[in-house]
């Protein structure tokens, strides 16, 4: 079974950066994407929205991140990152991690929260 393990959250002044991380364990079967999404503070789940997406043959991005965001992968850590620049204060949230199988199963993490505040 696949866990998903979200870190790198934290507090984070606006413009700053932080990079988060998703560590995969588990028995990981064949993967399609790998995606952030995140979840303003007090919206339903069915609102999440999708950052970033990974694939084997290419990287999409939301328009309110492209160009600041930059999603990556370390396949000898099994770890996926999500490298984001000059923060911006709307973009409080807790900020999950997705893996959707070639089976379209999907898998999330727990969230790791980030908070951008001066």
């Known amino acids: 079974q696949v866990q998903l393990v979200e870190s790198g959250g934290g507090l984070v002044q606006p413009g700053g950066s932080l990079r988060l991380s998703c560590a995969v364990s588990g028995i990981i079967p064949s993967i399609y994407s790998m995606n952030w999404y995140r979840q303003a503070p007090g919206s339903p789940e069915n609102q999440r929205e999708r950052?970033?997406?990974?694939?084997?043959?290419?990287?999409e991005y939301a328009d309110s991140v492209k160009g600041r965001f930059t999603i990556s992968r370390d396949n000898s850590k099994q770890t996926v990152y999500l490298q984001m620049n000059n923060l911006e204060t709307e973009e409080t949230a807790t900020y999950f991690c997705?893996?959707?199988?070639?089976?379209?199963?999907?898998?999330w993490g727990v969230g790791t929260q980030v908070n951008v505040s001066s």
């Open positions: 950052v970033a997406t990974l694939t084997d043959s290419y990287t």
């Open positions: 997705n893996e959707v199988q070639y089976s379209n199963y999907k898998v």
